[in-house]
């Protein structure tokens, strides 16, 4: 493909909380854009465009925030972008990103993507009362619990599944910083006993609401020279890929989705990825409730259709595993939801630039970053590398 | 800089953190000409869906298109007012602005004549024995309140009748195994 070649150069992101009441929207953001361009030696000046994501505006009710938040972002005077893909808005803002250095347009973007649901109500937002229709929903887990359902029907996968998703995702998180959720006390058990919510998610399964940011500095395949010959390795693009369907539509698979497939597909054709399994590293994917893992493993073709759910029992996605998956303790531990796609997206960057730290995936070469969005229905990907692709 | 002093009265007084600015909005609402139809169905406790031709899929609620073919779906077609539940949730938590006593269940219900799953609330069953595959049929509110409005039916019920098998589309290959782009 005719473009340019791209280079992760700066990674940031703020820590995670249930409310940052010490910071506003501004500060937010501002905090983990600032960590990005510590982490590529580069200051506001050297940023030639800036691409801010987040989910729906209503979520705070703050309309079209990046215009009051380009201040903060040092984009007063150059090209700003916004991008908007729900859930899955923070892998796409980073593709968008890394597009214009990919395009040639420009030698250095920055991209941030966040969300501050203490000054939001999701649930809400998710639930609106609709004109005409019943007001039934309970936020996203009542419309997923049934995806859910129908997938360990299919798979006949037994029920402890999604609680071994919970308890590795939040052991992880123990090993990550910046992660919302630090629960020493989660066991089997107590995430078992825990509140049946959405039936069968337990409260346990679910992600919690978050504060926080995600920053990314891409930079050309100079810039990504120069940082390597000055001891800071990038991470490399291996390919991008965004696909979409629609939801009400009568013969769509809303288990294991036509579009992430495709979207797979097409990412690891990018790659030059035949075997996904054997070949990528790890994945940080989007997991909200605990059986998205094994339903995603199936739909991202790291399983067979059905065998899905045994990596996760055999302990394949384990941070010791073949396959490990979430080593940052994923959404299920730290969601601040328009930043979630693109913490999934950063940290595969950080795994191939070996700076994961406790979380780390020894030799991690190849990883992927995962995000979806809106009823199943949009999908993000990338897949990094530490060698030039 | 200088510093800030409280005066003493305040100083014990718990810092504001944040402020709950309720909002609202008055807007008018036009659904269209699809569903226009369905609502003005469902007000004469007709349920009518929509599709291309003949032979295509049914849609309810109908849109004004298919999305797969890519075209109007011009034709009506009445669809009834029992089904077979596809999947469901228990609800054990509540939310803002929700009104039904928890638990409860809401339900994929696919309408018999139709393609495409509706949700809706599920009642006159304990949760514990709704299961996918049973038959429901909808209980509408009495004749004089009956509006152009999903309200008009206030929740299904199941019927004495034996489940029936259901199937999800790609529940027993997924669809991208024989999708054209996949196998490119």
Redo the contacts between chains.
Sequence with gaps: MGHERVAIVGLGQTKHAP?R?DVSMAGLVREAASRALADAQMTWQDIDAVVVGKAPDFFE?VMMPELFLADALGAVGKPLFRVHTAGSVGGSTAIVASQLVAAGIHERVLTVAFEKQ??S?A??AL?M?I?????????A??YF???I??YM??SKAPDHIGILVALKDRLNALKNPYAHLHNHETTFDSIKDS?????PIRFDETCPSSDGAFAIVFGSEKVGDEAAAQGRAPAWIHGTSMRSE?T?????????P?GG??CA?DVYRQAGITDPRRQVDCAEIYVPFSWFEPMWM?NLLFAE?GDGWRMTEDGATALDGDLPVNMSGGVLSTNPIGASGMIRFGEAAMQVRGQAGEHQVDGARLAVGHAYGGGSQFFAMWVVGSEKP | MTEILLPARLQDVEAV??VRTP?SIQYS?T?GQA?SRY?KGIAQRKIIGARVEPGA???VPP?GA???LGKPTTEQVEVGDRGTL???????????????EI?YT???ILLDGS??PI???IQECP?DQVR?GMRLEAVWVDDADLG????S?RWFRPLDEPDLDVH????D????LD?E??NQ
């Design positions: 409310t009441g009710g203490s000054e109500n649930m809400w639930s009362p004109p005409f229709q019943p007001p039934l929903h309970a936020g887990g009542g619990a049934p995806h359902r129908s029907r299919r509140i049946m919510l959405w039936d629609p009400m539509s009568a013969d769509r698979d809303t288990v294991l036509l497939a495709l597909k199936e259709p | 953190r944040s909002a609402y659904p569903s609502l899929k049914v849609y849109r298919d999305p797969q596809v999947s469901f949730c228990v609800v054990n938590v509540s939310f803002h602005g929700g009104t039904q638990p809401t339900g994929n393609d495409q949700m809706h609330l949760v996918i152009p409005t999903m309200e039916i999800i589309p790609g529940e290959r997924p669809l991208w999708s782009e996949f």
